[in-house]
């Protein structure tokens, strides 16, 4: 798994947020099970940078001075105009409590169908996990070898997940299907033609 950092400050309770945003400042909030919640503020293109590479899966190492702190982003707030971050909410982990988080899926290897033309449509791009912070992954991949036939699918169920892995999605939602391969106007045109000449006959 890729390695995240980020540097904070405490943010004073009488500062204004809305000034902060003008600043380029980003004012956010840390809490969790075993920590108290700490209002903070960093630099926005500082956590843009994390934010791009980062999931909701992605430990972060949170350091406010001389303090360490691993967490993970649990929400954020977007400006409804410029889609700008205005807020956003890290969860604090420990060692031995379970968290709920998505993880991305990562299609992999080479299917028979889509090699005979088909259409790969990828329909899931995460499922919802519940795990300990020690087994948190950038993402899972899906081996979509077994799509030999147009209409073949890969569920949620076919998944092949360690036990430590409880997941939370729906076993039968699908992750993927290959469709048939679409005709171009011209073979609908010919085919069209086709049909009205024999019903001619």
Known sequence: MASFSIEAQVRAQDENCKHLRKEKILPWVVYGKNQEPISLKMNYSDFLKVFKNAWESTIIDLKVGKKNIEV??????????????????FYALTRW??????????????????????????????????????????????????????????????????????????????????????????????????EETNEEK
Request: proline letters at 4%; one cysteine or more; glycine letters at 2%.
């Open 72 to 89: 993970v982003i649990h929400d954020y707030q977007l400006e409804p105009v410029t889609w700008d971050f205005i807020h956003v909410d």
């Open 97 to 194: 409590e379970t968290l709920t988080t998505k993880v991305p899926l990562n299609f992999v290897w080479e299917s028979e169908a889509v090699k005979q033309g088909g259409i790969l449509e990828e329909l899931t791009k995460e499922i919802e996990i519940k795990c300990l912070p020690k087994d948190l992954v950038d993402h899972f991949d899906v081996d979509i070898s077994s799509l030999k036939e147009f209409g073949d699918n890969i569920k949620v169920s076919d998944l092949n997940l360690w036990d430590k892995y409880e997941i939370l999605t729906p076993s039968e939602e699908v992750i993927a299907l290959v469709a048939a391969p679409k005709k171009d106007k011209q073979e609908e045109d010919e085919t069209s033609s086709e």
